[in-house]
């Protein structure tokens, strides 16, 4: 079965999304064959006047922690697990074109795109094209990681899961975080070379536990052979943060080897009271 514009289209409006901010996280393979490719997927969003966000992660950026910036409890081994490959001393900046592979074909159909806003992050960016694109990234930076996600609540925004689980689902860190959790810490290069910390999520293998508390406020319709699934933003962080309140370790993923869940679930890591960002 072949996908056209129009399907993808369709689907949009059928969710009731033209001309609302959506962040998409995807799998163009869940589609099945889909006539003119993620640039086909990236178009549909823009033709309903949506403005669409996306994460564009580029872990190339990350370096490894210095000794002096070891913190603890911050889901990292620092003894036993092999560090970032070796620093290349680039910095990141919001033009680059770096994209990690796994973040799929349509973020980096975004990234290519004349006109894309990215924000300010070394390696955990996102990037936006459309009308409110500048007002949903131009608050990202190194100590605000999500702060895309929340212009997007902010917004009246939603989160649509086309062909990927709830374990896709950045905004579920927020969720964290709006839960009393503090971010993860991991290290990148600032303006000047100097090592800086940088907010960072922490393990979501463990999201789809969260199924059962989203469910109420999911809508669904399928694309192709692709299962959609969306989630207005602002109440989803409600009511995760509520589940995660009420029991933390709800989060926890399967592998008992982990070492971000149980960090996490005791609240992250330890920052010492003069830590700037």
Request: aromatic share 6%.
């Amino acid at each position: 079965m072949n996908v056209t514009q129009h399907d993808l289209r369709d689907a949009l409006r059928r969710l009731g999304l033209a001309g609302r901010v959506v962040c998409l996280h995807s799998s163009l393979r869940s589609f099945g064959r889909v006539e003119g490719g993620a640039a086909s997927v990236v178009g549909a969003f823009l033709e309903e006047d949506c403005t669409l966000l996306v994460p564009t992660f580029s872990s190339g950026f990350e370096v490894a922690p210095p000794p002096g910036m070891r913190l603890e409890r911050n889901g990292w081994n620092y003894d036993a697990r092999p560090a970032p490959e070796a620093d290349s001393g680039r910095i990141y900046t919001p033009a680059a074109h770096d994209i990690d592979r796994s973040m799929g074909a349509i973020p980096a159909e975004v990234i290519a795109r004349k006109g894309r806003v990215r924000g300010n992050h070394p390696f955990d960016s996102f990037a936006a094209l459309g009308a409110r694109a500048a007002e949903l990234v131009s608050g990202q930076k190194p100590s605000d990681v999500y702060a895309p996600l929340v212009a997007l609540a902010r917004a009246g925004g939603f989160v649509l899961l086309a062909g990927v689980g709830l374990e896709r689902m950045t905004l579920l860190h927020l969720a964290e975080r709006v839960a009393g959790r503090t971010l993860f810490r991991r290290w990148a290069r600032g303006a000047h070379g100097e090592t800086i910390y940088a907010e960072a999520g922490g393990c979501s293998e463990g999201f789809g536990n969260l199924e059962t508390v989203l469910r109420p406020i999911m809508r669904t319709t399928t694309v192709g052979e692709s299962f959609w699934r969306l989630f207005p933003a602002s109440e989803t962080i409600k009511l995760a943060a509520d589940a995660i309140r009420a029991e933390p370790r709800i989060t926890l993923c399967d592998d008992a080897s982990c070492e971000r869940c149980p960090d996490a679930v005791a609240g992250g890591p330890i920052l010492p009271g003069e830590l700037t960002l």
